[in-house]
């Protein structure tokens, strides 16, 4: 785990300047838009109600969009990178570009299955709600509890699937499969890792949140979260991507392996059956 957390940072140093450039083309328009709402709402509004609403239509829906062409470059990068070669900010950019509308599919159908089954639970309740309320409520919790655990395990079960939609040459149909089948074995090993990241990242924000000149001044601040928000998650798609490359060419080997067995076996039968005609 420390070796991966050691290649991500070492990522980072060497392609800073990079990921800063990645960064700023997510979060100058998602200011732009933080600005914009700041203007058209005023202050007529509740300071919590108005942090909602920048938060909900800029930072998720913003960031959402742009997040996505930032994950596709950011895979690229580290893909020249782990080959030895380096990616300049254009071509970053258009390969983010040219797989936003397959990441974005990606992205709901992974969004679609986690939440599945916290959709069949409030369907449940609905129609229990009509017969008994307290059954209805018991559902609800239960159902609640169990499709938490339930998203939290597919999350972890999909998490490699950006990187075999921008790096491998596969269908949507078999997007989930190819992705469970790179996380087998290492579910755990991720789910640690992601929690540990996020954890670092969450206790960064909150220091600099905390600041003194930060609480008064809200552009400076929804300026730092956003900036730290992408760094986050261009961090993460770092770490992922080394479970996704181990584990692919570990499959890539056992399949080597597989065909050179394969042969050794057909080279076998046709000596022996060769040997057996010169005999007749």
């Not at 990522?11 to 203007?39: G, Y």
């Not at 030895?84 to 974005?104: C, N, P, V």
């Not at 499709?147 to 921008?166: E, G, K, N, T």
């Amino acid at each position: 785990m420390l070796k991966k957390l050691q290649e991500s940072v070492h990522f980072f140093t060497s392609n800073s300047l990079l990921i800063f450039l990645i960064s700023i083309s997510v979060v100058v328009p998602s200011l732009i838009v933080v600005s914009s709402l700041n203007f058209l709402l005023g202050t007529d509004l509740p300071g919590r109600v108005l942090r909602v609403i920048r938060w909900i239509l800029s930072f998720r829906v913003i960031e959402g969009v742009l997040g996505l062409i930032t994950i596709g470059s950011t895979i690229h990068i580290i893909y020249m990178f782990n080959k030895g070669q380096t990616a300049g900010y254009l071509e970053a950019i258009s390969i983010g570009l040219s797989k936003w509308g397959k990441l974005t599919l990606a992205t709901i159908i992974f969004t679609l299955v986690i939440i599945s089954g916290y959709i069949v639970t409030i369907l449940l309740r609905e129609i229990f709600n009509c017969i008994n309320e307290y059954i209805a409520v018991c559902i609800e919790f239960f159902g609640f509890i169990i499709s938490l655990i339930v998203m939290i395990i597919l999350s972890i079960q999909y998490a490699l699937i950006d990187f075999v939609v921008v790096l491998e040459e596969t269908g949507p149909s078999k997007w989930l499969k190819r992705a469970a089948q790179l996380a087998s074995g290492r579910r755990w090993e991720i789910f640690s890792m992601l929690i540990l990241v996020n954890l670092v990242f969450y206790i960064i924000t909150y220091a600099f949140q905390s600041m003194p000149v930060l609480s008064d001044n809200v552009l400076l601040t929804d300026s730092l979260s956003l900036i730290l928000g992408s760094i986050q998650s261009i961090f993460i798609t770092a770490v992922l991507f080394l479970f996704y490359w181990e584990s692919r060419e570990k499959q890539e080997e056992r399949k080597r392996k597989l065909i050179l067995s394969k042969a050794w076996l057909e080279y076998r039968i046709w000596r022996i059956v060769k040997f057996k005609k010169r005999k007749l």
